[in-house]
Each structure stands twice: as structure tokens, then as C-alpha cells.
């Protein structure tokens, strides 16, 4: 069961170096829209660190 379960993580290994690599290209792009409009950016920051209020 080990040698199947360390196939697959190193089968599935590139993809999060690929993830993470278009996370990175992704928030450097959203970062570029700071200059733009500072406080909406600054509200979305804030808005995103909370944690989420479920109605019921």
C-alpha cells in the first residue's frame, strides 16, 4: 500500500509546483490593481481574512 501511495504523490508531484507557480503569477497580477484602487483592494483584503458568516 506504501509503494502506491508514493507512486501517486510523485505522479501528482509537478502539479503543485505547476498550482503553486500560477498562484504566484495570479496574486502578483491581482497585486497590480493596488496602485488602481488602493482602499476597494485594501476593503477585498480585509473582506477575505474573515471568516465566513453562513445565514441560515
Do not use: N, W
Not at 509503494?3 to 508531484?13: G, L, N, Q, S, T
Not at 483592494?41 to 477575505?48: L, N, S, V
Amino acid at each position: 500500500m506504501q509503494r502506491i501511495i508514493d507512486a501517486k504523490c510523485k505522479e501528482y508531484e509537478h502539479f503543485a509546483d505547476e498550482l503553486e507557480l500560477a498562484r504566484d503569477v495570479v496574486e502578483a497580477d491581482c497585486d497590480g490593481f493596488d496602485d488602481i484602487a488602493p482602499s476597494t483592494e485594501h476593503m477585498k483584503c480585509d473582506t477575505a481574512e474573515e471568516e465566513p458568516i453562513y445565514s441560515e
